[in-house]
């Protein structure tokens, strides 16, 4: 073999050594990089108008209830689902939750607000067909509105507790957790109208728990359900939602609506249409402010 050959084979070994080191060095230095994977989204975005919330149930059972094993750590401030979960008045899982008024009367419910976008148009249309409805409030959204809560009070509307932060999971936490959860709600609404009365209190998701009904009465609030569920938080438009009201509403029926969470001028044209039919056939009522 000639010394030129030698050398050109020894360079073609450093040259491999080389490409070897280089390559086991990337591999080290990948491991020891963090994950850069997007986490899973919490199901709450931001606007200028406010929290929007996830529109479909998101903890495993229907309704986005967390399962029996859940815990908190693994639940998480689950934001993530809409009340509008499919369960209806004759479930065993409502823990004694109000699905009916209780009297010939029907009522209108608004969840997740207040918003600054949609809430004063749900407030303008009930004013025009004189209606008193009531007002399931984020606590988060209270302490940003608090013009809006004084607002529906003003206007003759009942308040309701509706959680801090939408916590479809909240039911599945320590009582304390739950009560802390109620009482910093409470003191939102109240910060805006500081004499109105809050004895309703409704579980995001309609995900109910003897815990969170039990905390709830402890604090001298009635939990509350529904009877009637458009699914509006799905935005099926404003023909789906009338439709769906106008067929099921009955004497006693809760109806479940939502003035906030995200795009609800959907909503808003239903109602708009069901106004004046409903006003027909029914007396409505914004439910009672006295403790039951």
Same mark, same amino acid.
């Given at each position: 073999?000639?010394?030129?050959?030698?050398?050109?084979?020894?360079? *073609?070994?450093?040259?491999?050594?080389?490409?070897?080191?280089?390559?086991?060095?990337? /591999?080290?230095?990948?491991?020891?990089?963090?994950?850069?994977?997007?986490?899973?989204?919490?199901?709450?975005?931001?606007?200028?108008?406010?929290?929007?919330?996830?529109?479909?149930?998101?903890?495993?059972?229907?309704?986005?209830?967390?399962?029996?094993?859940?815990?908190?750590?693994?639940?998480?401030?689950?934001?993530?689902?809409?009340?509008?979960?499919?369960?209806?008045?004759?479930?065993?899982?409502?823990?004694?939750?109000?699905?009916?008024?209780?009297?010939?009367?029907?009522?209108?419910?608004?969840?997740?607000?207040?918003?600054?976008?949609?809430?004063?148009?749900?407030?303008?249309?009930?004013?025009?067909?004189?209606?008193?409805?009531?007002?399931?409030?984020?606590?988060?959204?209270?302490?940003?509105?608090?013009?809006?809560?004084?607002?529906?009070?003003?206007? *003759?509307?009942?308040?309701?507790?509706?959680?801090?932060?939408?916590? /479809?999971?909240?039911?599945?936490?320590?009582?304390?957790?739950?009560?802390?959860?109620?009482?910093?709600?409470?003191?939102?609404?109240?910060?805006? /109208?500081?004499?109105?009365?809050?004895?309703?209190?409704?579980?995001?998701?309609?995900?109910?728990?003897?815990?969170?009904?039990?905390?709830?009465?402890?604090?001298?609030?009635?939990?509350?359900?529904?009877?009637?569920?458009?699914?509006?938080?799905?935005?099926?438009?404003?023909?789906?939602?009338?439709?769906?009201?106008?067929?099921?509403?009955?004497?006693?029926?809760? /109806?479940?609506?939502?003035?906030?969470?995200?795009?609800?001028?959907?909503?808003?044209?239903?109602?708009?249409?069901?106004?004046?039919?409903?006003?027909?056939?029914?007396?409505?009522?914004?439910?009672?402010?006295?403790?039951?």
């Amino acid at each position: 073999m000639t010394r030129g050959s030698s050398t050109a084979r020894a360079a *073609g070994i450093v040259t491999l050594v080389v490409a070897g080191l280089l390559g086991s060095a990337y /591999v080290l230095g990948r491991s020891l990089v963090p994950d850069q994977t997007p986490r899973q989204s919490t199901g709450v975005t931001t606007s200028a108008d406010g929290p929007h919330y996830a529109d479909q149930p998101g903890l495993g059972e229907p309704g986005g209830a967390p399962s029996a094993s859940a815990n908190a750590a693994e639940t998480g401030p689950a934001e993530a689902g809409q009340d509008g979960s499919g369960r209806n008045a004759g479930d065993d899982n409502l823990f004694g939750a109000h699905a009916t008024t209780g009297t010939p009367r029907l009522a209108l419910t608004f969840d997740d607000g207040p918003d600054p976008r949609y809430t004063p148009q749900v407030l303008d249309l009930l004013r025009e067909y004189d209606v008193r409805a009531t007002f399931c409030v984020v606590g988060e959204n209270a302490q940003n509105h608090p013009e809006l809560v004084q607002s529906i009070v003003d206007a *003759g509307h009942t308040l309701c507790n509706h959680s801090w932060h939408h916590d /479809v999971g909240l039911g599945a936490r320590s009582a304390d957790a739950i009560r802390s959860d109620l009482l910093r709600t409470n003191a939102a609404i109240r910060a805006a /109208v500081p004499n109105a009365p809050i004895v309703w209190y409704r579980q995001p998701g309609g995900a109910w728990t003897y815990p969170v009904v039990s905390v709830a009465q402890q604090l001298g609030m009635t939990p509350l359900h529904w009877s009637v569920d458009p699914s509006d938080w799905e935005l099926p438009g404003a023909n789906k939602i009338t439709a769906t009201v106008l067929s099921q509403a009955e004497p006693g029926s809760v /109806v479940l609506l939502h003035d906030a969470g995200g795009d609800r001028q959907g909503t808003v044209e239903a109602l708009r249409r069901i106004l004046p039919d409903l006003t027909a056939r029914f007396e409505l009522e914004a439910l009672s402010t006295d403790p039951t």
